[in-house]
């Protein structure tokens, strides 16, 4: 089971997100001594706190760029299906909500307005909607639910309502009409997958075990993260259906999250850290070869880098 522990890193719930009564000003960083120690081709958008707070990075084979530099905290980007856009989670007035960007950091705007954190965001295959989790304190802690916003009308709409249990971490196939997220049902958090035509979810998981359901580029894989071998974390693949699950990191000494295919489906980025929470300790970015599955080390910046967002 993943326990609290596993909890908290699953959604992201301690991942350095900061009240506007914790907002720091924001140290210049020099960038000119961090590169990939890896080739890759595309681009790698992640969270990184090496200037003392979330800031979004992209990372490329030959350089790094800092896209957002406030005093808040800006965390979780994701890349827009055509490349042009970022999706992210900022708290520049205490809650979270969901803002895009340019891929150059421009022309910043806030996408929702809600009452609640807004959080843990994903794009519809035509870029024209956000699916994203809606967190809500209640007495006995917190509940998670999957909403979408159309980007044109910004109208509202509840994603998975006939999954009456927690949902969160909205990820979609590119190739099909489907919807992968984390579910709870009773104890522990699973991966499921919700038909967006027949309105139907199956779980792919169980165990209580499984977070991050993660599509590869032809709709044929999903990476997750399982804790169900050493109780901490490791990157898995299996089919859509869950079957053919096959475990891809086995790193003893580290906590293994937040898996991002290559646009040719070959590799997998992710994010390692030395401590349960990605608020505590270092972590840094690898990639994962999935034919072979040897693992090369990819960026590290000495903080906290998370999140990794492969385009």
Same mark, same amino acid.
């Given at each position: 089971?993943?326990? +609290? ?47 003392? $707070?979330?800031?979004? @990075? ?26 042009? =856009? ?26 929702? =307005? ?10 519809? &295959? ?29 109208? +509202? ?6 999954? =009456? ?11 099909? &009409? +489907? ?7 009773? +104890?522990?958090?699973?991966?499921? #997958? @919700? $038909? ?42 299996? $089919? ?17 999250? @937040? ?9 997998? #980025? ?42």
């Amino acid at each position: 089971m993943l326990g +609290l522990v596993g909890l908290v890193i699953l959604l992201g719930l301690a991942c350095g997100r900061k009240s506007s009564s914790q907002e720091q000003t924001s140290p210049n960083v020099d960038l000119t001594g961090l590169r990939a120690a890896t080739e890759f081709r595309g681009e790698i958008a992640f969270q990184s706190d090496m200037d003392g $707070n979330n800031e979004i @990075y992209v990372l490329t084979s030959d350089r790094l760029r800092k896209l957002t530099d406030t005093t808040w905290s800006s965390e979780f980007p994701k890349w827009s299906p055509d490349g042009k =856009r970022i999706a992210f989670s900022a708290n520049p007035g205490g809650r979270f909500q969901i803002f895009v960007m340019n891929a150059d950091g421009s022309d910043v705007r806030q996408v929702t =307005r809600s009452a609640h954190d807004a959080i843990e965001q994903a794009w519809f &295959p035509d870029g024209k909607k956000i699916a994203f989790t809606e967190q809500r304190r209640t007495g006995l802690g917190r509940s998670y639910s999957l909403w979408c916003i159309d980007l044109g009308t910004g109208g +509202l709409e509840r994603l998975v309502p006939e999954f =009456r249990d927690s949902s969160a971490l909205p990820e979609f196939s590119p190739t099909a &009409p +489907l919807l992968a997220f984390t579910g709870k049902k009773l +104890l522990g958090w699973d991966a499921f #997958v @919700y $038909n967006l035509e027949s309105k139907t979810v199956a779980q792919l998981t169980r165990g209580g075990n499984v977070c991050r359901p993660h599509f590869s580029p032809d709709g044929r894989k999903i990476a997750f993260v399982s804790s169900q071998v050493d109780g901490k974390g490791d990157i898995w693949i299996m $089919n859509p259906d869950g079957s053919g699950q096959d475990k891809l990191t086995d790193l003893p000494d580290t906590f293994d999250y @937040y898996p991002s295919w290559s646009a040719d489906g070959k590799s997998i #980025v992710f994010a390692s850290g030395t401590e349960h929470y990605p608020t505590q300790g270092q972590w840094s970015l690898s990639v994962v070869d999935v034919a072979s599955k040897k693992i090369k080390p990819l960026f590290s910046s000495g903080a906290r880098d998370v999140f990794p967002d492969w385009h």
